[in-house]
C-alpha cells in the first residue's frame, strides 16, 4: 500500500497507460482522480476501482482546455483532497504528413500532447509550492529523441515534454516537488494501433 491515501490524478486515463497506472495505483491505496475525453470509459474504470474497494472520482475533459481542465482538477481536488502527485498522461498520436497537409491535426496533437501537460501542471504547482509537497509526473515517450519519418509532430510534443520538465526540476529542486519525466518505448495501447 505504498500509496495509501495519497491523492493522485492522472490525465489520459480512458485508455492504454492511464488506464493501466489508475488501476495498479487504487491496488496500492491511492485514491484516484481521473481524467480524459471519453466520460464512458472512465465511468467504467471509476465502477472498477470502486468495486475492488477504492476510490475514484472521475471528470470527463479534453486537456488541450486551459479553462476546463482546470475546473475539472479543481473538482477532483474538492471531492478527494489535496493533490499529492499527478501524472500528465493524456496524447495522441497523429501521422505528420505534407501531402496532402495535415498541419492542423499537428497543431491539435501538440495541444493536447504538450500544452495538456502544462496546464494540469499549471494547475497543481501552485499549491503544491505552497505545501512544499507534491510530485508532478509527465509521461512523454522514447521518439523524444529521435525524429520518426511520418511521426514530426508527435517527437517534437514528446521532446518538448522533456526539456520542459527538466527545466522545472532544476527551478524546483530544494522546494519539495519532485519532477519525473517517463518516456516508454513502443507499448501496446490504442495511440500505436495504426502506426505503420
Same mark, same amino acid.
Given at each position: 500500500?505504498?500509496?495509501?491515501? =495519497?491523492?493522485?490524478?492522472?490525465? /489520459?486515463? %480512458?485508455?492504454? @497507460? /492511464? ?18 475525453? $471519453?466520460? #464512458? *470509459? ?19 475533459? #479534453?486537456?488541450? #482546455? $486551459?479553462?476546463?481542465? !482546470?475546473?475539472?482538477?479543481?473538482? &477532483?481536488?474538492? *471531492?478527494?483532497?489535496?493533490? #499529492? ?6 496524447? @495522441? ?6 501531402? +496532402?497537409?495535415?498541419?492542423? =491535426? ?19 504547482? +501552485?499549491?503544491?509550492?505552497?505545501? *512544499?509537497? /507534491? !510530485?508532478?509526473?509527465?509521461? %512523454? ?6 525524429? &520518426? +519519418? ?12 522533456? &526539456?520542459?520538465? =527538466?527545466? &522545472? $526540476?532544476?527551478?524546483?529542486?530544494? $522546494? ?19 502506426? +505503420?
Amino acid at each position: 500500500m505504498r500509496f495509501s491515501n =495519497e491523492v493522485v490524478v492522472i490525465t /489520459g486515463a %480512458s485508455s492504454g @497507460i /492511464g488506464w493501466a497506472l489508475a488501476k495498479e495505483l487504487v491496488t496500492q491505496g491511492a485514491k484516484v482522480g481521473l481524467i480524459a475525453r $471519453r466520460a #464512458d *470509459k472512465l465511468e467504467e474504470l471509476c465502477e472498477q476501482s470502486r468495486a475492488n474497494g477504492g476510490v475514484a472520482e472521475c471528470v470527463a475533459v #479534453d486537456v488541450s #482546455d $486551459r479553462e476546463k481542465l !482546470h475546473e475539472a482538477i479543481a473538482e &477532483l481536488r474538492n *471531492k478527494l483532497g489535496p493533490i #499529492d502527485r499527478i501524472i500528465a498522461n493524456a496524447g @495522441i498520436g497523429t501521422f505528420t504528413s505534407f501531402s +496532402p497537409p495535415n498541419v492542423l =491535426e499537428q497543431e491539435k496533437l501538440i495541444r493536447i500532447n504538450f500544452f495538456g501537460v502544462m496546464y494540469a501542471l499549471e494547475a497543481v504547482l +501552485p499549491e503544491m509550492l505552497e505545501r *512544499k509537497k /507534491g !510530485h508532478v509526473i509527465a509521461v %512523454s515517450s522514447m521518439a523524444a529523441y529521435k525524429g &520518426l +519519418p511520418g511521426q514530426s509532430a508527435y517527437c517534437a510534443s514528446k521532446a518538448a515534454i522533456n &526539456l520542459y520538465m =527538466e527545466g &522545472l $526540476r532544476i527551478a524546483y529542486r530544494g $522546494r519539495g516537488i519532485s519532477v519525473t519525466t517517463i518516456c516508454p518505448g513502443f507499448v501496446n495501447t490504442p495511440i500505436v494501433a495504426n502506426n +505503420p
